[in-house]
């Protein structure tokens, strides 16, 4: 994920990683509900176009959910990608099924559409997750918009990712609204997916989106109440301390001293349920210790950095 470019982001990331950024259900439901069914025909049509033969496409349903719960749906064998955009880095996670995955692949390659495809019941091949990619790029442009109601997805999409891959995959927890979409042929029917994080859904919906930090916090107290907003939250500060090998660590004895990295001081992290919030400075005020917030955590940051020594290290 990126940093937040201003303090009402920051703010609304925030509240989103503590208690889930969401909006009323109905709301949320009509806005998923209306941006599917004008997708649907525009889907239909491009894959139609892609494979040279008509598909059925259909809206199946529409509800509340999380993030993580976007592979909830397929099964043990699937596709998947994650795309991003400037109001968020996981803006659509789209997963198709193995059945839609086959009616896609037969259709595609010249199989007959009244006849049954066989079950895919192993990892895919590169072909079937080109063709998925295919999928998930049509069907992104279709929910994407165009105007001021569109999502500004980074097209095109991330190639499709699957097996061991797909399953592990870390998907950010949040509330998030789920379109749930129908591919059919009279013999075979799959779905896809479509999962979106609820403030990308209704960002813009009504027309009336502002970026200013007076309209981003009417619509935090309008969606939140105030026994949440009024909750109270442990924070806690943690300093990194070093990188040590395992050997190092198992070799460790009682009453060893254990030196700070050079710019531990200003690595602090401040973290309330688990989430870590900010990047600190450790310091003193007196006779008080005392962190100095730096700037919002950048979870997409911190993990390029873990990796920057060992890359280092192998070179």
Known sequence: MTSP????????????????????????????????????????????????????????????????????????????????????????????????????????????????????????????TDVSTMVFQEVAQALNGSGRRSLDLRLPVPRAISGVEARHHVLRDGAAICI??????????????????????????????????????????????????????????TMPLARLTLGDLANLEVGQVIDFEETAQSRARLSARGQTLFVCEFGKLGQNYTVRIRHPFDAGQDFIDGLMPAGAGRA
């Open 5 to 128: 470019g201003s303090p009402a982001q920051a703010r609304s990331l925030i509240i989103e990683r503590l208690v889930g950024d969401s909006g009323e259900a109905d709301q949320v439901i009509d806005a998923g509900r209306a941006m599917a069914e004008r997708a649907v025909p525009l889907l239909q049509k491009g894959l139609s176009g892609e494979l040279g033969v008509p598909v059925i496409v259909d809206l199946r349903a529409v509800e509340v959910s999380r993030v993580p719960e976007a592979r909830s749906h397929a099964g043990d064998t699937f596709a998947m990608t994650v795309v991003g955009s400037p109001a968020s880095s996981d803006a659509m996670t789209l997963v198709i099924d193995a059945a839609a995955i086959a009616i896609m692949v037969s259709t595609l390659f010249g199989g007959d559409p009244d006849m049954p495809t066989s079950p895919i019941e192993r990892d895919l091949s590169p072909i079937e």
């Open 180 to 237: 749930v979409l129908g591919i059919s042929t009279p013999v075979d029917s799959g779905s896809i997916t479509v999962t979106m994080p609820q403030r990308v859904v209704l960002a813009g919906r009504d027309g009336t989106a502002s970026a200013s930090e007076d309209d981003h916090s009417t619509s935090w107290r309008a969606r939140f109440s105030e026994e949440v907003m009024r909750s109270t939250v442990a924070l806690e500060a």
